[in-house]
């Protein structure tokens, strides 16, 4: 028996590992690549094995950069089950929808370009929504601490990793002739304390842990220090008389922040504000986190009991239409407005911006990370003026960026993790960039813990591994 390590492996994204076992092939998540260098070519390249020879996928949760090339899989002959629990399925059921929009979208811009240069060959969509959808129909869900038999000789446990909804750590026990091995994979983890989702759960000692380390070597900003922040902004904004936008991913941001401004709703004098959730598939997301309530932590469940229904603030519009989001760019104050893209790369947030960014009587707030050569970035990063939709804009709006919103755990929360795991095993580093997960490493040899950073094309030979 056999681990591979393929993808998010020294980097963040496109998480892929592939174990066999008694000669069957089991995948750890089927990821999509974004960002870096050419992610569209490296999405489209040949996996490293046979996908109809996949026997199955273990899915730790909905995030595109775990799940999104499963309909690629789909399309290129997997025919397999999918385990997963059930609340990530139907995030996925959004995730996939949207990202075969713009696969196709992305194709038919494409398509346009060559047209006009005179090039005859036609580009193919990654995927198609009917790739997307054949595979959802594949995915077999399975709850939190419930044992199954994914293959013959691998049974498989999922426990609440507590990063976004229905996001698990899998245990898994492989059996092959006479050898049994025990393995954790860490999925993505939250961080502990973190509103809504319950903490990330231990499980019983195994052989050999895989972990992520997407923020091994730092520590967060404290959680309780970035709400009072959160809270003085909306206070002086009250004061100046303009907007607040909220960019925010439409799975999880969009939803913990919802749970904040509700849980502060007085203490933040809401009341004088009117809010707005701009996104269709965050309302969606909101919906499916509404559904699956008996996942969230206490606190979260009993406010759930009390607000009873969606919208659970009396101020809250929820903005399905295209209509609907152009009537809030007619309020010159008192609006604060969540809307996607997280990054500000595309969305309705991007005509807010426009509408709100030249106002010095605004604020922009941001929650989350904000990549290289984006609009996010850029507001982030102080520029005077950027250009949106082709109009040059001035930066006059405050802009605030805040540090303990991740939905990842930072090196204190993945250590208390391992920790809980108990047995000192052995640890593979993935999902980081080199210096986090070497951050990590570095931090666990200290403690006297066998760690190594994985990388592509690296075997671990479970049968010596024990
Ligand atoms: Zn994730």
Same mark, same amino acid.
Request: glycine share 50%; hydrophobic share 25%.
């Given at each position: 028996m056999q681990l591979e390590f393929y @993808? !998010?492996? !020294?980097?963040?994204? @496109?998480s892929c590992h592939i174990l066999t076992v008694g000669g069957r092939r089991l995948l750890l998540d089927c990821g999509m690549i974004q960002g870096g260098s050419a992610p569209d070519d490296r999405n489209r390249a040949p996996f490293p094995f046979d996908p109809a020879e996949v026997d199955a996928v273990v899915l730790s949760h909905a995030h595109i950069d775990h799940s999104g090339r499963l309909p690629v899989l789909r399309k290129r002959g997997f025919r397999g089950p999918v385990y997963t629990n059930p609340a990530c399925r139907d995030l996925v059921r959004i995730l996939f929808s949207d990202g075969a929009t713009m696969a196709e979208r992305d194709a038919e811009r494409q398509n346009r370009k060559r047209r006009k240069s005179g090039d005859k060959r036609r580009v193919e969509p990654l995927y198609t929504l009917e790739d997307a959808l054949a595979v959802l129909q594949q995915f077999r869900t399975v709850r939190y601490g419930q044992a199954s038999e994914v293959i013959p000789g691998v049974e498989l446990v999922f426990r609440d990793a507590g990063h976004i909804l229905g996001s698990a750590s899998v245990w898994l026990t492989l059996r092959e002739g006479a050898t049994e091995r025990r393995l954790a994979f860490s999925g993505d983890l939250g961080q502990y304390d973190s509103p809504i989702l319950c903490d990330p759960e231990p499980g019983p000692a195994v052989d050999l842990v895989l972990m992520e380390s997407t923020y091994g070597g730092r520590l967060h900003r404290d959680r309780a220090a970035t709400l009072e922040e959160l809270g003085g902004i909306l206070r002086d904004a009250s004061r100046d008389g303009g907007n607040v936008l909220i960019p925010a991913f439409a799975v999880g941001r969009s939803q913990d922040i919802l749970y904040e401004l509700a849980t502060h709703f007085e203490a933040w004098h809401l009341d004088d504000w009117k809010i707005f959730l701009d996104s269709p598939m965050a309302i969606e997301a909101s919906e499916v986190y509404w559904k699956h309530a008996d996942l969230f932590d206490e606190e979260a469940r009993e406010w759930r009991r009390r607000a009873r229904s969606l919208p659970p603030l009396p101020n809250l519009s929820l903005c399905r239409t295209a209509e609907e989001s152009m009537a809030i760019n007619r309020m010159t104050h008192g609006a604060i407005v969540i809307a996607g893209s997280g990054m500000c790369t595309g969305g309705r947030i991007v005509h807010h911006l426009k509408h709100n960014l030249a106002r010095p009587e605004c604020d922009v707030v941001f929650s989350g990370f904000q990549a290289q050569g984006t609009l996010g970035r850029a507001i982030v990063d102080g520029r005077e003026e950027v250009r949106i939709h082709g109009t040059r804009i001035k930066v006059a709006a405050r802009v605030h960026t805040l540090g303990g919103f991740s939905a990842h755990g930072d090196q204190r929360d993945l250590l208390r993790w391992y920790d809980g795991i108990g047995g000192r095993a052995p640890v593979w580093l993935v999902h980081g960039e080199r210096s986090a997960s070497e951050g990590l490493r570095d931090k666990l040899l200290a403690q006297g813990v066998s760690a190594e950073v994985a990388a592509p094309g690296v075997v671990v030979d479970l049968g010596a591994v024990a």
């Open positions: @993808g !998010g492996a !020294g980097e963040v994204t @496109g």
